[in-house]
Each structure stands twice: as structure tokens, then as C-alpha cells.
Nanobody, 120 residues
Framework: QVQVVESGGGLVQPGGSLRLSCVASGSILRFYTMGWYRQAPGKERELVATIHRAGSTYYVDSVKGRFTISRDNAKNTGYLQMTSLKPEDTAVYYC??????????????WGQGVQVTVSS
């Protein structure tokens, strides 16, 4: 069994910062990719950022220069550092990790989501 749990959300004023964490635990052999997604009320879930095991990263244009995705492989933990937050960043943020598990299969695992609210 593999579990992915996010933390670090909350209420922050415009211009503020938050760091989201995503911890994977269980029968994990290898990490492949991690992605952060978000879903605002009434909108579809969108991809925010990804990181590959080789270190390459991707960011949606709206967060470039403000968000940074990273991962600590020793801790099976990923992060999304968010700075200069805007009200339009308000959403539920989800972590997705593609992991090789015991048995050799590579599967996608999702966290439960964490609320980020940017408001004065």
C-alpha cells in the first residue's frame, strides 16, 4: 500500500508565501515524477508544476517565477514553494506522484488535497 499526503495549506494575504509538502509512504521502490495540480471552485483541475526524477521541471505560465517545485528523494517528499501569491491562486492543491511499487509496476498516486486561500 502506498499513501500520499499533502500538508501546508492555509489562508495567506496577497503577496504572501506558503510551502506545500507531499509525503509518499509505503511499498515504494522508485520515484519517477511528481506533479502539483489545483482546482478552483467551478473550474477544472489544472496542472501547476511537475518535476522528473532527472530534475527537469515544468511550470504553467501563470506561476512561472513565483512557484518552485522540488523533491527530497531520501525523504520521499515533494514540495511546492509558492511566493507572491495572488487571489487567483486560491484553490485546492493536489499532489500526484508516479511511483514504482513492489511488484515492478509504475502507478500514479494522488493525495487528498489541501486548501490554499489567498485573501486580504
Amino acid at each position: 500500500q502506498v499513501q500520499v499526503v499533502e500538508s501546508g495549506g492555509g489562508l495567506v494575504q496577497p503577496g504572501g508565501s506558503l510551502r506545500l509538502s507531499c509525503v509518499a509512504s509505503g511499498s515504494i521502490l522508485r520515484f519517477y515524477t511528481m506533479g502539483w495540480y489545483r482546482q478552483a471552485p467551478g473550474k477544472e483541475r489544472e496542472l501547476v508544476a511537475t518535476i522528473h526524477r532527472a530534475g527537469s521541471t515544468y511550470y504553467v505560465d501563470s506561476v512561472k517565477g513565483r512557484f518552485t517545485i522540488s523533491r527530497d528523494n531520501a525523504k520521499n517528499t515533494g514540495y511546492l514553494q509558492m511566493t507572491s501569491l495572488k487571489p487567483e491562486d486560491t484553490a485546492v492543491y493536489y499532489c500526484n506522484q508516479n511511483l514504482e511499487v513492489y511488484g515492478g509496476s509504475v502507478r500514479a498516486f494522488w493525495g487528498q488535497g489541501v486548501q490554499v486561500t489567498v485573501s486580504s
